[in-house]
């Protein structure tokens, strides 16, 4: 028997021979782990690409604003400056070229620094939002006012009679209505757009909240 037993292969002893493979443990710990932790990377990664989405419309919002306020000036000073007003649209609606040291619209003109300040403070406080902004109204109307901004600011700084004084150049003269420019109505509609925005209660993180 014992002879038969040791040609079979039996063991002498119950266990001495290699039993089936047991899991590790640790292992399957480790994996698990990765696991989550992929899953944590790819949910960052699929929120931040919304967020630079909407990143990158503001700031093509606010370089088309700016372009177009910047073109626009240049063409005024350049070619209707110190000429007679073009009528566009008879007595209701002139381009006349004007400098105006105040705000928009020409109020405070008396307050040409403070304004100046004003714009720097708005275009830092918008950059701020920029950092959790993940709704596209939001993302269009910062634009619009960061472009409005920075138009306006450009001529502060860079135009006479000196810089954080210069005079800001208008040129759309409506009919009994103040002089106002490109920049000046990139501002209001974004001012607008951010009122409407709150009316509804969306907030710029893409969040909606009723009151």
Known sequence: MAEAERIIGTPDTPGAGP??????????????????ADTASDADASAARPRSRRIAVLFAVAAFAYALDLASKMLVVA???HHRPIEIVGDWLK????RNAGAAFGFGEAFTVIFTVI????????ARLARKLYSLPWAIALGLLLGGALGNLTDRIFRSPGVFEGAV???????H?????LADSAIVC?????VLLSF???DPDGTVHKD
């Not at 381009?95 to 004007?98: C, K, P, S, T």
């Not at 714009?119 to 918008?126: C, D, F, G, T």
């Not at 150049?169 to 009919?175: L, M, Q, R, T, W």
Request: charged residues 25%; without cysteine.
């Open 19 to 36: 039993g089936p493979e047991q899991p590790d443990a640790s292992g399957t710990d480790r994996a698990d782990g990765a696991g989550r």
């Open 79 to 81: 070619k209707l400056e």
């Open 95 to 98: 381009f006349e070229a004007i």
């Open 190 to 194: 974004g001012g607008i757009l951010i």
């Open 119 to 126: 714009a720097a403070a708005v275009i830092v406080v918008i």
């Open 200 to 202: 509804r209660g969306l």
């Open 177 to 181: 209505f103040a002089v106002f420019n």
């Open 169 to 175: 150049v208008d040129f759309i003269a409506p009919k």
